[in-house]
């Protein structure tokens, strides 16, 4: 009966058994997602701010020149839409890391882990599931900035879809390596705030390079270098049937090499570890 046992747990899992996990995966973080409709609206309410409250202000002060991918004068309003849908994706991807750091405090990471399945399946399964949650926010912002004069081409909905799903799977790779070697929640915070501002600012999502350069040469160099412009300009040029093959790259080497650190990276018992180095 044992060696029976041992045969079967030594057997070869077939793709049913890989489905089902991520199946499982997606289920519990969209009903994490549902049941939290607070999260919903607040990501929303970021880029609509920034989109409708502040694009109003900046409209007379910044003219936007006829650039790539676009083909005429554009308002500014135009202009940040595609990098307000990275705010997006940015912030889902830092709060799917809380969560995470949170899951491996609390148990339930750990539990995962259990399954016979390989460690970096089930990250990526996490980060694919957070990845598609995020789109839906992604579209319903798109839909309400259509009322603002945002009006991308009716094909450009769907040729952004393959963009906005790599970013956020950077985006969420990054955070999961950053949450692979945060000891405990407490800390993850001012962390997140030290990455995703700087990473916000510090690209053209609210204003062009050449903008950028004209201000301060080693602010639009560091603003070259930075992931998170490669994404807002890979989105910006899928969203008007463009492509930007640099940004694809950038973006696909990003998230392949924050993926391959977060998974080799990640350790359920950190949190265990240094809960565990206090004082007897």
Request: proline share 5%; aromatic share 14%; hydrophobic share 55%.
């Amino acid at each position: 009966m044992n060696n029976r046992m041992n045969i079967e747990a030594k057997a070869p899992l077939n793709n049913a058994a890989y489905f089902s996990c991520f199946y499982g995966i997606l289920s519990r973080e969209f009903l994490r997602f549902v049941s939290q409709r607070s999260r919903f609206f607040s990501a929303l309410i970021r880029p609509l701010l920034w989109l409708v409250v502040f694009a109003a202000g900046f409209r007379a002060a910044l003219g936007i020149a006829i650039i790539e991918p676009y083909e005429t004068y554009i308002t500014y309003e135009v202009y940040i839409a595609p990098g307000l849908c990275c705010m997006i994706l940015l912030f889902n991807g830092m709060q799917s890391s809380l969560s995470m750091v949170y899951d491996r405090e609390m148990g339930s990471m750990r539990v995962l882990l259990m399954s016979p399945l390989p460690r970096g399946f089930l990250l990526i399964c996490k980060l694919a599931a957070t990845a598609l949650i995020s789109l839906a926010q992604v579209y319903t912002f798109l839909v309400i900035a259509l009322f603002v004069g945002v009006d991308p081409p009716l094909l450009g909905y769907l040729a952004v879809l393959p963009a906005l799903i790599l970013v956020a799977l950077m985006l969420g790779a990054l955070g999961l390596f950053m949450s692979s070697w945060i000891k405990q929640l407490e800390n993850f915070a001012g962390v997140m705030n030290f990455v995703i501002f700087p990473m916000f600012f510090l690209s053209s999502a609210l204003y062009p390079l050449w903008k950028m350069r004209e201000a301060s040469e080693w602010l639009y160099w560091l603003c070259s270098i930075n992931p998170f412009t490669h994404a807002t300009e890979l989105v910006r040029h899928a969203l008007y049937l463009k492509m930007s093959w640099e940004a694809f790259a950038m973006v696909a080497g990003t998230t392949l090499v924050f993926s391959v650190l977060a998974i080799k990276g990640f350790n359920p018992q950190r949190g265990m570890k240094a809960k565990g180095k206090g004082p007897a």
